[in-house]
């Protein structure tokens, strides 16, 4: 049974940091992909960051690229996001996904979703 769990959300002020943890267990991290993504109340789920845990190719959403750094521990079955600079903007709950091989910024192309973690940044 594969599952993801989210940890390290939390309340920070505007130009603060959050690291954010996804501890995956029951995949094989030769064929996934860990893709962040969140969702603001009245918005709809958007992709953030994306690695894939074969070669730690990593892909970011403009939004958030120079401000944001995932990584993987596989030897922990952990992903990171690390949040720098943070902006009211990116309150949000985020959520850690798997999906087979590609990342994707769609939601629907995940297979596996973490129950999610609030960050909210106060301006």
């Known amino acids: 049974e594969v599952q993801l769990v989210e940890s390290g959300g939390g309340l920070v002020h505007a130009g603060g940091s959050l690291r954010l943890s996804c501890a995956a267990s029951?995949?094989?991290?030769?064929?996934?992909?860990i893709g962040w993504f969140r969702q603001a109340p009245g918005k709809e789920r958007e992709g953030v960051s994306c690695?894939?845990?074969?070669?730690?190719?990593?892909n970011y959403a403009d939004s958030v690229k120079g401000r944001f750094t995932v990584h993987s521990d596989n030897a922990k079955n952990t992903v990171y996001l690390q949040m720098n600079n943070l902006k009211p903007e990116d309150t949000a709950v985020y959520y850690c996904?798997?999906?087979?091989?590609?990342?994707?910024?769609?939601?629907?192309?995940?297979?596996?979703w973490g129950q999610g973690t609030q960050v909210t940044v106060s301006s």
């Open positions: 690695i894939s845990l074969s070669d730690n190719n990593t």
């Open positions: 996904a798997a999906a087979l091989f590609l990342c994707s910024w769609d939601p629907l192309q995940s297979d596996y």
């Open positions: 029951g995949l094989s991290f030769d064929h996934f992909v």
